[in-house]
């Protein structure tokens, strides 16, 4: 096929040029994005009991929900935290769980189940819509927080016309009050009327709360049956409630008055000490950022008029800005990368051949880019630095390519014959060498979870750039190369600028070096292979990074003050740590976010938020002081200054989450001891050196007031328990009662009475039912204060019960520093397995068991990829020792990989172990094509001595040039300190510099060993 095309030159040209402009518009078309697009096989669950303590809410909520889901196909674990009138619950699913059905079982499954919940139980809320990242996220801005929050319904408003915009998925605000109706009654007034709690209760849920009356059927017309309430809430005041003594009508109005009061408000955001809302635009999967964000801004610009002139708007974060910084940064790398590649073409080749080579390189690309799209693979930084990694690797096919026929035409070839047999000569290991990289880079798309979406891009760009270098190696290279020799008018000169010296070296090669490995062949392969085998011992004095920082300005820092801390308390005391870091004169920008925590834009979202917890995110000047040095700086000082805090300091991961550095999943089913446990623990830890911080999921316990019922005076008056909750409630958070429509959601109307003001105690003695059993002389029933009916204890519950897959489970995280995790952990196991009973079990994981699980992964990969690449050479040399010499050269090259990462200390995490597997498929070439040749020129007649010292001048040439290109493709990534790609840069480039010069002496060495016995019998 390949010589039908090389024979048609005008038609194959005319057929790839289309390709290339096809090529080119994807390019334009691509979607371009910061990382990877990352979809969670996550949902939630939210249930709000108000009122509820966290036992109550354990066991009438989340655990009836736990035991159904744990039962669904697919769904991996089911982890829950039981707060104070609050279950959330987090599903996560199986990698290859399908997401659609798993999900609408969970919808039947809450359904059934929250038919059984407590009458005041909310409906539960699903969210299945998770995804990372944001686009982008404005402040609105006044001194006046006031002002601020009159602005709502301005700012309400703008949600759906953002959301309206093609590519925006979700918006979300922070910052604002929410709203309600409340119902106060009037005690004197029900007194004076003689009206109860539960007459107001029962006429207004009566009125609200209307069964659906379904259909009716007449002859042949199906009619649906309504029946006319309330509509609105205002009109709750006119709902009946009973005749009075002079039978005249009493309605609700006139024992209570509606008033809509803000009823919560979960955070309060301050930017540079100005009072703040945050709005934040989350974008759908697959859309262009440049493109949204250009559309996005300027709509948001055109809302911001409707705000008042004093009220200013701020972009705050745009991915974009990123995208733009990313692209830039890569572009350089990728112009220097392709100038590199050219300049090393030109050393060894003549000025035609390598402005050949050089124009390989746009069109290989171009022809990678057409199956992207239907890859599911954007443009983002993953992707550009596979397109960086296969510059390296897409000239060398074309160089053997050119090499070949150059040798040919120099043989005699006329100028299609030369093409055609040159390029048939090599196009078998061309075309295997290609297929050895699609081997190791395939498996690695099938890489699970988080980590392997993260990096799937990488392969898939590879894999089809490659290809591509094939294809215009077998075509293009010979046609161009016929032509120039049919129009050729002179002597061909000398082969690039360093010809001679190649040429040189070739000879000096074959005649110096290769003359004494014939004579030793087994002494010098034993050498190498001792020297290669004694680097692996450098492993470990290599540092260990899963996921570096990246290098970005912010820093996020987050803290959980005791529970029962108050949402404006701390605010005041993050103002207070604020002011602290203000001092730093690196630090140039900050914002509280008090309450739920940042909108998710920083990758530091707080678990187990509420009104004690808060965070601030600091921009620092990279110039002066990068995160990682504000990180050590600030942490333990500000821990010290807040010693009943938790505090800690991070910044943006160059990678997908991977969680605590070592966590400890303590079990039981007695939540005391489990406390106890986890007490103990904790402290034990903490008096280790370099525990850092030690936090668990619970936090500190919160101060609690119990009521103590005395059942024989509530016997004497027949006073139920409830009663007595409802008339505590009724002074403090108030008792829903029904719910009303409010636009498409419905809202809950809640009735208080003489609400208790912040700071003051319940007066109990003010608080009075009516006795069931005793009336006055006048026939009312007496009024019993509650102070007789319950004492008052103070006590301190836990604020929060977790789960994990329906047990009780609370999860130790330590944050050791960098230097101390290998030590502390081996430490941590130790403290953890003395705490291991017949009712209580530990396990310790975190940072090093996902990194050991990821390495066992890649680990398994690999050995595919060396397995498929070895029956892959099977088939090419019809040998089964052959493709093992072959196969040794990964071996070299990864013991090249871990000189390069100890000399440069660089660590050895998730991308350095991606560059050693790539390695499996870029070496394999340069032994290819030294055995190829010397089974070529033993066929000839050749001996085994002469096959091998010929392979010195005639393959020194393609092996060097093929190396030292790979390796100028990525020195730019290599030096231009990327905390993410330079570990994969190093590993690979001192993988193949080594690489190359150990198979210079191995392969000719084994290869004499391996044949010498069956060239002399044949």
């Given at each position: 096929?390949?010589?039908?095309?090389?024979?048609?030159?005008?038609?194959?040209?005319i057929?790839?040029?289309?390709?290339v402009?096809?090529?080119?518009?994807?390019?334009?078309?691509?979607?371009?994005?910061?990382?990877?697009?990352?979809?969670?096989?996550?949902?939630?669950?939210?249930?709000?009991?108000?009122?509820?303590?966290p036992n109550?809410?354990?066991r009438?909520i989340?655990?009836?929900?736990?035991?159904?889901?744990l039962?669904?196909?697919?769904?991996?674990?089911?982890?829950?935290?039981s707060?104070?009138g609050?279950?959330?619950?987090?599903?996560?699913?199986?990698?290859?769980?399908?997401?659609?059905?798993?999900?609408?079982?969970v919808?039947?499954?809450?359904?059934?189940?929250?038919?059984e919940?407590?009458?005041?139980?909310?409906?539960?809320?699903?969210?299945?819509?998770?995804?990372?990242?944001?686009?982008?996220?404005?402040?609105i801005?006044?001194?006046?927080?006031?002002?601020?929050l009159?602005q709502?319904?301005i700012?309400?408003?703008?949600?759906?016309?953002?959301?309206?915009?093609?590519?925006?998925?979700?918006?979300?605000?922070?910052?604002?009050?929410e709203?309600?109706?409340?119902?106060?009654?009037?005690?004197?007034?029900?007194?004076?009327?003689?009206?109860?709690?539960?007459?107001?209760?029962?006429?207004?849920?009566?009125?609200?709360?209307?069964?659906?009356?379904?259909?009716?059927q007449?002859?042949?017309q199906?009619?649906?049956?309504?029946?006319?309430?309330?509509?609105?809430?205002?009109?709750?005041?006119?709902v009946?409630?009973?005749?009075?003594?002079?039978?005249?009508?009493?309605?609700?109005?006139?024992?209570?008055?509606?008033?809509?009061?803000?009823?919560e408000?979960?955070?309060?955001?301050t930017?540079?000490?100005?009072?703040?809302?945050?709005?934040?635009?989350?974008?759908?999967?697959g859309v262009?950022?440049?493109?949204?964000?250009?559309?996005?801004?300027?709509?948001?610009?055109?809302?911001?008029?409707?705000?008042p002139?004093?009220?200013?708007?701020?972009?705050y974060?745009?991915?974009?800005?990123?995208?733009?910084?990313?692209?830039?940064?890569?572009?350089?790398?990728?112009?220097?990368?392709?100038?590199?590649?050219?300049?090393?073409?030109?050393?060894?080749l003549?000025?035609?051949?390598?402005?050949?080579v050089?124009?390989?390189?746009?069109?290989s690309?171009?022809?990678?880019?057409?199956?992207?799209?239907y890859?599911?693979?954007?443009?983002?930084?993953?992707?550009?630095?596979?397109?960086i990694?296969?510059?390296g690797?897409?000239?060398?096919d074309?160089i053997?390519v050119?090499?070949?026929?150059?040798?040919?035409?120099?043989?005699?070839?006329?100028?299609?014959k030369g093409?055609?047999t040159?390029?048939k000569?090599?196009?078998?290991?061309?075309?295997?060498?290609?297929?050895?990289?699609?081997?190791?880079f395939?498996?690695?798309?099938?890489?699970?979870?988080?980590?392997?979406?993260?990096?799937?891009?990488?392969p898939?760009?590879?894999?089809?750039?490659?290809?591509?270098?094939?294809?215009?190696?077998?075509?293009?290279?010979?046609?161009?190369?016929?032509?120039?020799?049919k129009?050729?008018a002179?002597?061909q000169?000398?082969?690039?600028l360093?010809?001679?010296?190649?040429?040189?070296?070739?000879n000096?090669?074959?005649?110096k070096?290769?003359?004494?490995?014939?004579k030793?062949?087994?002494?010098?392969?034993?050498?190498?292979?001792?020297?290669?085998?004694?680097?692996?011992?450098?492993?470990?004095?290599?540092?260990?990074?899963f996921?570096?920082?990246?290098?970005?300005?912010?820093?996020?820092?987050?803290?959980?003050?005791?529970?029962g801390?108050?949402?404006?308390?701390?605010?005041?005391r993050?103002?207070q740590?604020?002011?602290?870091?203000?001092?730093?004169k690196?630090?140039?920008?900050?914002?509280?976010?008090?309450?739920s925590?940042?909108?998710?834009?920083?990758?530091?979202?707080?678990s187990?938020?509420?009104?004690?917890?808060?965070?601030?995110?600091?921009?620092?000047?990279?110039?002066?002081?990068?995160?990682?040095d504000?990180?050590?700086?600030?942490?333990?000082?500000?821990?010290?200054?807040?010693?009943?805090?938790?505090?800690?300091?991070?910044t943006?991961?160059?990678?997908p989450?991977?969680?605590?550095?070592?966590?400890?999943?303590?079990?039981?089913?007695?939540?005391?001891?489990?406390?106890?446990?986890?007490?103990?623990?904790?402290?034990?830890?903490?008096?280790?050196?370099?525990?850092?911080?030690?936090?668990?999921?619970?936090?500190?316990?919160?101060?609690?007031i119990?009521?103590?019922?005395n059942?024989?005076?509530?016997?004497?008056?027949?006073?139920?328990?409830?009663e007595?909750?409802?008339?505590?409630?009724?002074?403090?958070?108030?008792?829903?009662v029904?719910?009303?429509?409010?636009?498409?959601?419905?809202?809950?109307?809640?009735?208080?009475?003489?609400?208790?003001?912040?700071?003051e105690?319940i007066?109990?003695?003010?608080?009075?039912?009516?006795?069931?059993?005793?009336?006055?002389?006048?026939?009312?029933?007496?009024?019993?204060?509650?102070?007789?009916l319950?004492?008052?204890?103070?006590?301190?519950?836990?604020p929060?019960?977790?789960?994990?897959?329906?047990d009780?489970?609370?999860?130790?995280?330590?944050?050791?520093?960098?230097?101390d995790?290998?030590?502390?952990?081996?430490?941590?196991?130790?403290?953890?397995?003395?705490?291991e009973?017949?009712?209580?079990?530990?396990?310790?994981?975190?940072?090093?068991?996902?990194?050991?699980?990821?390495?066992?992964?890649?680990?398994?990969?690999?050995?595919?990829?060396?397995?498929?690449?070895?029956?892959?050479m099977?088939?090419?040399?019809?040998s089964?020792?052959?493709?093992?010499?072959i196969m040794s050269?990964?071996?070299?090259?990864?013991?090249?990989?871990?000189?390069?990462?100890?000399?440069t200390?660089?660590?050895?995490?998730?991308?350095?172990?991606?560059?050693?597997?790539?390695?499996?498929?870029?070496?394999?070439?340069?032994?290819?094509?030294?055995i190829?040749?010397?089974?070529?020129?033993l066929?000839?007649?050749a001996?085994?001595?002469?096959?091998?010292?010929?392979?010195?001048?005639?393959?020194?040439?393609?092996?060097?040039?093929?190396?030292?290109?790979?390796?100028?493709?990525?020195?730019?990534?290599?030096?231009s300190g990327?905390?993410l790609?330079?570990?994969?840069?190093?590993?690979?480039?001192?993988?193949?510099?080594f690489?190359?010069?150990?198979?210079?002496l191995?392969?000719?060495?084994?290869?004499?060993?391996?044949?010498?016995?069956?060239?002399?019998e044949?």
């Open positions: 096929m390949f010589n039908a095309l090389i024979k048609k030159p005008k038609v194959t040209l057929f790839l040029l289309l390709l402009v096809i090529g080119s518009l994807t390019y334009f078309q691509i979607p371009k994005r910061e990382i990877p697009e990352i979809s969670l096989n996550v949902g939630t669950i939210t249930t709000v009991y108000p009122g509820a303590a109550v809410v354990e009438d989340t655990t009836p929900l736990e035991k159904e889901l039962d669904i196909d697919g769904m991996d674990s089911v982890t829950s935290v707060g104070l609050v279950s959330n619950i987090v599903m996560e699913l199986t990698d290859d769980a399908d997401r659609d059905k798993v999900f609408s079982q919808q039947q499954k809450v359904s059934d189940v929250s038919r919940f407590p009458e005041d139980a909310f409906e539960p809320t699903i969210n299945t819509d998770i995804q990372m990242g944001a686009i982008a996220s404005y402040n801005l006044h001194e006046d927080r006031a002002l601020l009159e709502k319904d700012i309400e408003g703008w949600v759906p016309q953002l959301e309206d915009i093609d590519g925006v998925r979700k918006v979300t605000i922070k910052g604002l009050e709203s309600g109706y409340t119902l106060n009654l009037d005690s004197e007034t029900m007194q004076e009327e003689r009206v109860l709690l539960p007459d107001v209760i029962t006429a207004i849920q009566n009125e609200l709360e209307i069964t659906p009356l379904g259909s009716q007449e002859g042949n199906i009619s649906q049956l309504t029946f006319e309430h309330i509509e609105n809430i205002e009109e709750v005041e006119n009946f409630l009973k005749k009075d003594e002079e039978g005249n009508s009493l309605y609700v109005g006139d024992v209570a008055s509606l008033t809509q009061i803000p009823t408000q979960e955070d309060l955001i930017y540079n000490g100005s009072p703040a809302i945050s709005l934040t635009i989350m974008q759908e999967k262009d950022i440049p493109t949204l964000h250009t559309t996005v801004d300027e709509e948001m610009e055109r809302l911001a008029k409707d705000l002139e004093e009220v200013e708007m701020d972009l974060y745009t991915q974009n800005d990123i995208v733009s910084k990313i692209f830039k940064d890569l572009g350089i790398s990728f112009l220097i990368s392709i100038l590199a590649v050219v300049l090393i073409t030109f050393f060894g003549n000025t035609v051949s390598a402005i050949l050089a124009i390989s390189i746009p069109i690309i171009a022809l990678g880019l057409i199956p992207l799209p890859a599911n693979v954007d443009l983002n930084q993953i992707s550009i630095i596979g397109i990694i296969a510059l690797i897409l000239v060398d074309a053997v050119n090499d070949n026929i150059q040798r040919r035409y120099q043989l005699g070839d006329g100028p299609l093409a055609i040159g390029t000569e090599v196009r078998v290991s061309i075309i295997t060498s290609t297929l050895a990289i699609v081997f190791t395939l498996p690695l798309t099938f890489l699970g979870g988080p980590n392997g979406a993260f990096i799937s891009a990488l898939t760009v590879l894999i089809a750039t490659i290809i591509g270098s094939t294809i215009v190696a077998l075509t293009i290279v010979p046609i161009f190369m016929a032509w120039r020799q129009k050729k002179r002597k000169g000398k082969n690039g360093l010809g001679s010296q190649f040429d040189k070296a070739g000096w090669y074959s005649s070096i290769l003359t004494k490995v014939v030793k062949p087994l002494l010098t392969g034993l050498a190498v292979l001792t020297f290669c085998t004694a680097s692996y011992a450098l492993v470990p004095f290599i540092p260990v990074v996921f570096p920082s990246a290098d970005r300005e912010e820093v996020t820092v987050s803290v959980t003050y005791p529970a801390t108050p949402l404006e308390e701390t605010e005041s993050l103002q740590m604020e002011e602290s870091l203000k001092t730093d690196a630090v140039y920008e900050t914002t509280i976010f008090a309450g925590g940042e909108p998710g834009i920083f990758g530091s979202t707080l187990n938020s509420g009104e004690n917890t808060g965070q601030i995110v600091l921009r620092v000047d990279r110039e002066q002081q990068s995160a990682a504000t990180i050590t700086k600030w942490q333990p000082e500000l821990r010290d200054e807040n010693p009943d805090a938790v505090v800690m300091l991070s943006i991961e160059a990678g989450p991977v969680g605590a550095p070592i966590a400890l999943t303590v079990v039981g089913e007695d939540i005391e001891e489990l406390m106890k446990s986890v007490n103990g623990m904790k402290e034990e830890i903490k008096s280790l050196e370099g525990s850092g911080a030690v936090i668990d999921d619970v936090g500190s316990a919160q101060p609690t119990s009521y103590v019922p059942r024989e005076a509530m016997e004497e008056h027949g006073i139920t328990a409830q007595i909750s409802n008339q505590i409630r009724l002074v403090t958070e108030g008792i829903p029904g719910s009303y429509e409010a636009g498409l959601e419905r809202e809950t109307l809640t009735i208080v009475q003489d609400l208790v003001e912040d700071g105690k007066n109990l003695e003010a608080l009075e039912l009516p006795s069931k059993t005793e009336t006055t002389e006048f026939g009312a029933p007496v009024l019993i204060p509650l102070s007789e319950v004492t008052v204890e103070e006590t301190e519950v836990l929060l019960i977790p789960h994990k897959d329906g009780r489970t609370i999860t130790v995280r330590v944050y050791p520093g960098e230097d995790k290998q030590k502390l952990e081996a430490e941590v196991k130790d403290i953890a397995a003395s705490y009973t017949d009712s209580i079990s530990v396990s310790v994981g975190g940072e090093s068991s996902a990194r050991s699980d990821f390495f066992i992964e890649v680990g398994k990969l690999f050995l595919i990829v060396i397995f498929l690449i070895y029956i892959l099977v088939v090419q040399f019809n089964l020792r052959l493709p093992l010499l050269s990964v071996y070299l090259a990864i013991s090249g990989a871990m000189i390069g990462l100890f000399i200390q660089t660590g050895l995490g998730f991308m350095a172990m991606m560059g050693i597997v790539s390695l499996a498929g870029i070496v394999v070439r340069n032994a290819t094509v030294f190829e040749f010397m089974e070529s020129r066929q000839e007649g001996t085994l001595s002469e096959a091998v010292i010929d392979s010195g001048k005639a393959r020194l040439r393609p092996v060097v040039l093929t190396a030292f290109t790979s390796i100028a493709a990525l020195l730019p990534i290599a030096f990327d905390v790609f330079t570990p994969l840069a190093i590993s690979i480039i001192s993988g193949i510099f690489s190359t010069f150990f198979t210079l191995f392969v000719p060495a084994f290869y004499i060993v391996i044949k010498r016995k069956k060239v002399k044949a």
